[in-house]
Protein backbone atom coordinates (compact mmCIF):
# COMPACT_ATOMS: atom_id res chain seq x y z
CA UNK A 1 0.00 0.00 0.00
CA UNK A 2 1.61 3.39 -0.80
CA UNK A 3 0.44 6.30 0.82
CA UNK A 4 0.85 9.69 -1.16
CA UNK A 5 2.02 12.84 0.52
CA UNK A 6 0.66 15.84 0.25
CA UNK A 7 2.70 18.81 0.15
CA UNK A 8 1.18 21.90 1.91
CA UNK A 9 2.42 24.29 -0.14
CA UNK A 10 1.41 22.72 -3.03
CA UNK A 11 -2.14 22.68 -2.41
CA UNK A 12 -2.28 26.55 -0.83
CA UNK A 13 -0.64 28.10 -3.79
CA UNK A 14 -2.81 25.90 -5.97
CA UNK A 15 -5.71 27.52 -3.83
CA UNK A 16 -4.16 30.88 -4.07
CA UNK A 17 -3.66 31.16 -7.85
CA UNK A 18 -7.29 30.28 -8.53
CA UNK A 19 -8.22 32.60 -6.36
CA UNK A 20 -6.55 35.50 -8.07
CA UNK A 21 -9.13 34.93 -10.86
CA UNK A 22 -12.42 37.15 -9.54
CA UNK A 23 -15.04 35.06 -11.01
CA UNK A 24 -13.26 31.56 -9.75
CA UNK A 25 -13.82 32.47 -6.36
CA UNK A 26 -17.12 31.68 -5.76
CA UNK A 27 -17.07 28.28 -6.84
CA UNK A 28 -13.56 28.10 -4.77
CA UNK A 29 -15.73 28.55 -1.64
CA UNK A 30 -18.28 26.29 -2.60
CA UNK A 31 -15.98 23.48 -3.06
CA UNK A 32 -14.85 23.52 0.22
CA UNK A 33 -11.82 24.88 1.10
CA UNK A 34 -12.51 27.14 3.94
CA UNK A 35 -12.00 24.60 6.45
CA UNK A 36 -8.39 24.03 4.89
CA UNK A 37 -7.62 27.16 4.79
CA UNK A 38 -8.42 27.62 8.19
CA UNK A 39 -5.95 24.82 9.27
CA UNK A 40 -3.06 26.23 7.33
CA UNK A 41 -3.69 29.56 8.81
CA UNK A 42 -3.29 28.05 12.25
CA UNK A 43 -0.17 25.86 11.30
CA UNK A 44 3.40 27.15 11.60
CA UNK A 45 4.95 29.43 9.27
CA UNK A 46 6.94 26.34 7.44
CA UNK A 47 7.64 27.38 3.71
CA UNK A 48 5.24 30.49 4.06
CA UNK A 49 2.24 27.74 3.72
CA UNK A 50 0.55 30.23 6.58
CA UNK A 51 0.97 33.26 4.40
CA UNK A 52 0.20 31.69 1.52
CA UNK A 53 -2.86 30.27 3.20
CA UNK A 54 -3.87 33.97 4.48
CA UNK A 55 -3.73 35.83 1.64
CA UNK A 56 -6.01 32.94 -0.16
CA UNK A 57 -8.72 33.74 2.40
CA UNK A 58 -8.05 37.45 1.90
CA UNK A 59 -8.98 36.88 -2.01
CA UNK A 60 -11.87 34.71 -1.46
CA UNK A 61 -13.29 37.04 0.92
CA UNK A 62 -13.27 40.14 -1.24
CA UNK A 63 -15.81 38.42 -3.54
CA UNK A 64 -19.33 39.53 -2.42
CA UNK A 65 -20.93 36.14 -2.95
CA UNK A 66 -18.53 34.57 -0.67
CA UNK A 67 -18.64 37.10 1.88
CA UNK A 68 -22.41 35.14 4.22
CA UNK A 69 -20.31 32.03 3.36
CA UNK A 70 -17.40 32.68 4.92
CA UNK A 71 -18.41 34.41 7.98
CA UNK A 72 -20.45 31.90 9.24
CA UNK A 73 -17.77 29.34 9.06
CA UNK A 74 -16.95 27.82 12.33
CA UNK A 75 -13.72 29.27 14.55
CA UNK A 76 -13.17 31.60 11.52
CA UNK A 77 -12.76 34.53 14.13
CA UNK A 78 -11.56 32.71 16.55
CA UNK A 79 -8.48 30.87 13.98
CA UNK A 80 -7.71 34.93 13.03
CA UNK A 81 -7.31 36.67 16.30
CA UNK A 82 -5.26 34.44 17.17
CA UNK A 83 -2.98 34.59 14.75
CA UNK A 84 -3.45 38.40 13.80
CA UNK A 85 -0.03 39.54 15.68
CA UNK A 86 2.25 37.51 13.25
CA UNK A 87 3.79 39.87 11.09
CA UNK A 88 3.71 37.89 8.38
CA UNK A 89 -0.19 37.28 7.91
CA UNK A 90 -1.33 40.32 9.46
CA UNK A 91 -2.27 42.31 6.65
CA UNK A 92 -4.12 39.48 5.25
CA UNK A 93 -5.97 38.71 8.43
CA UNK A 94 -6.94 42.39 8.68
CA UNK A 95 -8.03 43.18 4.85
CA UNK A 96 -10.15 39.73 5.09
CA UNK A 97 -11.79 41.10 8.63
CA UNK A 98 -12.39 44.36 6.43
CA UNK A 99 -13.46 42.57 4.02
CA UNK A 100 -16.32 41.09 6.21
CA UNK A 101 -17.02 43.43 8.47
CA UNK A 102 -20.88 43.77 7.30
CA UNK A 103 -21.18 40.37 7.82
CA UNK A 104 -20.61 39.14 11.36
CA UNK A 105 -22.40 38.62 13.92
CA UNK A 106 -22.53 40.56 17.53
CA UNK A 107 -20.67 37.97 18.93
CA UNK A 108 -18.19 38.10 16.21
CA UNK A 109 -17.76 41.55 16.45
CA UNK A 110 -17.09 41.33 19.95
CA UNK A 111 -14.56 38.96 19.70
CA UNK A 112 -12.88 40.70 17.81
CA UNK A 113 -12.35 43.59 20.03
CA UNK A 114 -10.92 41.63 22.45
CA UNK A 115 -7.99 41.79 19.47
CA UNK A 116 -6.47 45.56 19.65
CA UNK A 117 -5.89 45.11 15.72
CA UNK A 118 -8.60 43.56 14.77
CA UNK A 119 -10.86 46.05 16.70
CA UNK A 120 -9.24 48.76 15.04
CA UNK A 121 -9.94 47.52 11.36
CA UNK A 122 -13.54 47.34 12.72
CA UNK A 123 -13.48 50.45 13.41
CA UNK A 124 -12.14 52.16 10.34
CA UNK A 125 -14.42 49.75 8.20
CA UNK A 126 -17.63 51.17 10.29
CA UNK A 127 -16.15 54.45 9.39
CA UNK A 128 -15.67 54.05 5.61
CA UNK A 129 -19.17 52.50 5.75
CA UNK A 130 -20.66 55.40 6.56
CA UNK A 131 -18.99 57.98 4.68
CA UNK A 132 -19.23 55.32 1.36
CA UNK A 133 -22.34 56.00 -0.45
CA UNK A 134 -23.13 53.66 -3.70
CA UNK A 135 -23.90 56.26 -6.90
CA UNK A 136 -25.87 55.00 -9.73
CA UNK A 137 -24.23 55.67 -12.83
CA UNK A 138 -25.44 56.47 -16.28
CA UNK A 139 -22.24 54.57 -18.72
CA UNK A 140 -23.12 54.95 -22.71
CA UNK A 141 -20.57 52.35 -24.62
CA UNK A 142 -19.89 51.15 -27.60
CA UNK A 143 -19.67 47.75 -28.10
CA UNK A 144 -18.10 45.17 -30.49
CA UNK A 145 -19.47 42.75 -32.56
CA UNK A 146 -23.01 43.31 -31.94
CA UNK A 147 -23.88 42.88 -35.70
CA UNK A 148 -25.42 39.16 -35.06
CA UNK A 149 -28.30 38.08 -32.68
CA UNK A 150 -25.77 35.75 -31.26
CA UNK A 151 -23.31 38.47 -29.96
CA UNK A 152 -26.47 40.72 -28.64
CA UNK A 153 -27.66 37.31 -26.34
CA UNK A 154 -24.56 37.02 -25.01
CA UNK A 155 -23.96 40.92 -24.48
CA UNK A 156 -27.53 41.37 -22.97
CA UNK A 157 -26.44 38.00 -20.64
CA UNK A 158 -23.34 39.55 -19.35
CA UNK A 159 -25.19 43.12 -18.63
CA UNK A 160 -28.07 40.88 -16.39
CA UNK A 161 -26.06 38.51 -14.41
CA UNK A 162 -23.41 41.53 -13.49
CA UNK A 163 -24.87 43.03 -9.77
CA UNK A 164 -25.95 46.33 -9.86
CA UNK A 165 -27.45 46.82 -13.32
CA UNK A 166 -30.58 48.62 -12.85
CA UNK A 167 -31.68 48.96 -16.95
CA UNK A 168 -29.65 48.90 -19.66
CA UNK A 169 -31.10 49.45 -23.57
CA UNK A 170 -29.03 48.08 -26.77
CA UNK A 171 -28.70 49.88 -30.03
CA UNK A 172 -27.22 47.77 -32.88
CA UNK A 173 -27.06 50.18 -35.59
CA UNK A 174 -24.56 52.81 -33.63
CA UNK A 175 -22.93 49.65 -31.58
CA UNK A 176 -23.77 51.28 -28.37
CA UNK A 177 -24.88 50.24 -25.02
CA UNK A 178 -26.41 52.47 -22.46
CA UNK A 179 -26.69 51.30 -18.64
CA UNK A 180 -27.72 52.41 -15.49
CA UNK A 181 -26.20 50.94 -12.93
CA UNK A 182 -24.21 50.93 -9.42
CA UNK A 183 -21.19 48.85 -10.86
CA UNK A 184 -18.21 50.25 -11.64
CA UNK A 185 -17.85 51.43 -15.18
CA UNK A 186 -14.17 49.22 -15.12
CA UNK A 187 -15.84 46.56 -14.47
CA UNK A 188 -18.06 46.35 -17.37
CA UNK A 189 -14.77 46.77 -19.74
CA UNK A 190 -13.50 43.67 -17.74
CA UNK A 191 -16.54 41.65 -18.49
CA UNK A 192 -16.60 42.82 -22.15
CA UNK A 193 -13.11 41.74 -22.70
CA UNK A 194 -12.71 38.65 -21.08
CA UNK A 195 -16.00 37.47 -23.41
CA UNK A 196 -14.51 38.56 -26.84
CA UNK A 197 -16.00 42.27 -26.86
CA UNK A 198 -14.39 45.10 -27.37
CA UNK A 199 -15.87 48.26 -25.82
CA UNK A 200 -14.88 51.82 -25.71
CA UNK A 201 -16.45 53.98 -22.75
CA UNK A 202 -18.03 57.30 -24.40
CA UNK A 203 -19.59 58.47 -21.38
CA UNK A 204 -19.51 57.88 -17.74
CA UNK A 205 -22.03 60.48 -15.43
CA UNK A 206 -22.46 59.94 -11.86
CA UNK A 207 -26.60 61.08 -11.11
CA UNK A 208 -25.86 63.34 -8.30
CA UNK A 209 -28.55 65.32 -8.54
CA UNK A 210 -30.92 62.27 -7.62
CA UNK A 211 -28.92 61.87 -4.47
CA UNK A 212 -29.13 65.46 -3.47
CA UNK A 213 -33.24 65.42 -4.28
CA UNK A 214 -33.35 61.75 -1.96
CA UNK A 215 -31.38 63.40 0.90
CA UNK A 216 -33.24 66.57 1.16
CA UNK A 217 -36.44 64.34 1.11
CA UNK A 218 -34.86 62.41 3.79
CA UNK A 219 -34.45 65.42 5.75
CA UNK A 220 -37.76 66.83 5.14
CA UNK A 221 -39.61 63.57 6.64
CA UNK A 222 -37.53 63.53 9.48
CA UNK A 223 -39.08 66.92 10.45
CA UNK A 224 -42.42 65.34 9.55
CA UNK A 225 -45.46 64.16 11.47
CA UNK A 226 -47.20 61.26 9.64
CA UNK A 227 -50.69 62.86 8.41
CA UNK A 228 -52.37 60.32 10.53
CA UNK A 229 -50.65 61.18 13.56
CA UNK A 230 -50.65 65.25 13.14
CA UNK A 231 -53.94 66.59 13.73
CA UNK A 232 -53.90 69.60 12.44
CA UNK A 233 -52.79 68.50 8.47
CA UNK A 234 -55.93 66.05 9.08
CA UNK A 235 -58.62 68.79 10.08
CA UNK A 236 -56.35 70.86 6.95
CA UNK A 237 -57.27 67.59 4.89
CA UNK A 238 -60.76 67.00 5.70
CA UNK A 239 -61.64 70.59 5.54
CA UNK A 240 -60.30 70.66 1.90
CA UNK A 241 -61.66 67.60 1.04
CA UNK A 242 -65.15 69.29 2.11
CA UNK A 243 -64.50 72.61 0.17
CA UNK A 244 -63.75 70.47 -2.86
CA UNK A 245 -67.22 68.84 -2.67
CA UNK A 246 -68.79 72.40 -2.29
CA UNK A 247 -67.04 73.91 -5.55
CA UNK A 248 -68.19 70.79 -7.59
CA UNK A 249 -72.25 70.60 -6.16
CA UNK A 250 -71.24 66.95 -5.12
CA UNK A 251 -71.14 67.06 -1.18
CA UNK A 252 -73.67 65.25 0.83
CA UNK A 253 -75.70 68.13 1.75
CA UNK A 254 -75.84 69.66 -2.01
CA UNK A 255 -76.83 66.00 -3.17
CA UNK A 256 -79.98 66.03 0.04
CA UNK A 257 -80.83 69.26 -0.84
CA UNK A 258 -81.38 68.39 -4.52
CA UNK A 259 -82.99 65.45 -3.88
CA UNK A 260 -85.66 67.05 -1.30
CA UNK A 261 -86.23 69.94 -3.71
CA UNK A 262 -87.33 67.27 -6.62
CA UNK A 263 -89.31 65.43 -3.99
CA UNK A 264 -91.32 68.63 -3.26
CA UNK A 265 -91.27 69.33 -7.37
CA UNK A 266 -93.17 65.12 -7.74
CA UNK A 267 -95.18 66.38 -4.82
CA UNK A 268 -96.56 70.04 -6.83
CA UNK A 269 -96.95 68.28 -9.96
CA UNK A 270 -98.66 65.38 -8.36
CA UNK A 271 -101.01 67.68 -6.50
CA UNK A 272 -101.60 69.60 -9.68
CA UNK A 273 -102.33 66.68 -11.51
CA UNK A 274 -105.28 65.55 -8.84
CA UNK A 275 -106.65 69.22 -8.93
CA UNK A 276 -107.19 69.14 -12.99
CA UNK A 277 -108.51 65.21 -12.55
CA UNK A 278 -110.91 66.62 -9.70
CA UNK A 279 -112.30 68.85 -12.10
CA UNK A 280 -112.74 66.63 -15.01
CA UNK A 281 -114.98 64.43 -12.53
CA UNK A 282 -116.89 67.00 -11.34
CA UNK A 283 -117.65 68.46 -14.69
CA UNK A 284 -118.75 65.12 -16.11
CA UNK A 285 -120.55 64.26 -12.81
Given at each position: MVIEIVDPLKVVLRIRNLARDYDSRPIIVRRGVLLSLLNFIQSTNIDNVQT???EALKLLSSHPDNKLRIAQEPNLVETLCH???EVHVQTFVVDTI??????????????CKTNPILGDALMQSKSKNKKKRKKKRNVVFRVEPMNTEESRHKLKRIILSTKGTISYT????????????????ERFVDLFSRNGFKAVV????????????DKN????????KPQYLDPEKRKQQITNARRSLARTGDSLQARLAKRKAAENQNDDDEGTM????SRVTSYFW
Open positions: VAAVASTNLSSYLTTEQRELLSAPDSRVNIYTRTKTLSDAVCESEYEADMEDKENQSRIF
